[in-house]
T-cell receptor
Framework: DAKTTQPPSMDCAEGRAANLPCNHSTISGNEYVYWYRQIHSQGPQYIIH???NNETNEMASLIITEDRKSSTLILPHATLRDTAVYYC??????????FGTGTRLQVFP | ETGVTQSPTHLIKTRGQQVTLRCSSQ?????VSWYQQALGQGPQFIFQ???????GRGNFPPRFSGLQFPNYSSELNVNALELDDSALYLC??????????FGSGTRLTVV
């Protein structure tokens, strides 16, 4: 079973920041937080991952709370092409990916 | 660098038949995982192959089987197809069990 809880859906205006929350209260010390997204009819795409510290790359930022029980994925300037299902996954680096049902993000003009 | 390619992209089979789906890993990747994604659901882990050996299996019956070849490409075989096997089948490859790159999947319809 997935070890994360995410809201089923969110909306965001184009150009605004999209903040996607994820709860992972049972995360273990050696488990990372990964984010993937899946655009309709495509395979999941890796976005970002982190262990304790906040992370940023060209796609997004990941903010992990100090107790590591929750995190937020931030898309700083959402575009229509960011409309997708976003999956938050916790895993040991060499373990399989266990997907939940994710958050369906709808970016509107 | 080439990504993960899957074939065919779409397939229609009859209940009771057998099907083989194929996956070419991203160059340099030695691990392949297969996932089944039903409509409206997240992908479900079927099994994983690491250096040609099965390295983990999800909650799928034995009629789901696989192979990984020396070039690290892979096949997923499903025997005795059932209507509920209709889904998007995703292949993902990685290097040493680390970050995964997914293919676009094979959409299987069982009628």
């Amino acid at each position: 079973d997935a070890k994360t809880t995410q809201p089923p859906s969110m909306d965001c205006a184009e150009g605004r920041a999209a903040n996607l929350p994820c709860n992972h209260s049972t995360i273990s010390g050696n488990e990372y937080v990964y984010w993937y997204r899946q655009i309709h009819s495509q395979g999941p795409q890796y976005i970002i991952h982190g262990l304790k510290n906040n992370e940023t790359n060209e796609m997004a930022s990941l903010i992990i709370t100090e107790d590591r029980k929750s995190s937020t994925l931030i898309l700083p300037h959402a575009t229509l092409r960011d409309t997708a299902v976003y999956y938050c996954i916790v895993r040991v680096n060499t373990d399989k990916l266990i997907f939940g049902t994710g958050t369906r993000l709808q970016v509107f003009p | 660098e080439t990504g993960v390619t899957q074939s065919p992209t779409h397939l229609i089979k009859t209940r009771g038949q057998q099907v083989t789906l194929r996956c070419s890993s991203q160059s340099g990747h030695n691990t392949v995982s297969w996932y089944q994604q039903a409509l409206g659901q997240g992908p479900q882990f079927i099994f994983q192959y690491y250096r040609e050996e099965e390295n983990g299996r999800g909650n799928f019956p034995p009629r789901f089987s696989g192979l990984q070849f020396p070039n690290y490409s892979s096949e997923l075989n499903v025997n005795a197809l059932e209507l509920d096997d209709s889904a998007l089948y995703l292949c993902a490859s990685s290097l040493e069990l680390m970050g995964y790159t997914f293919g676009s999947g094979t959409r299987l319809t069982v009628v």
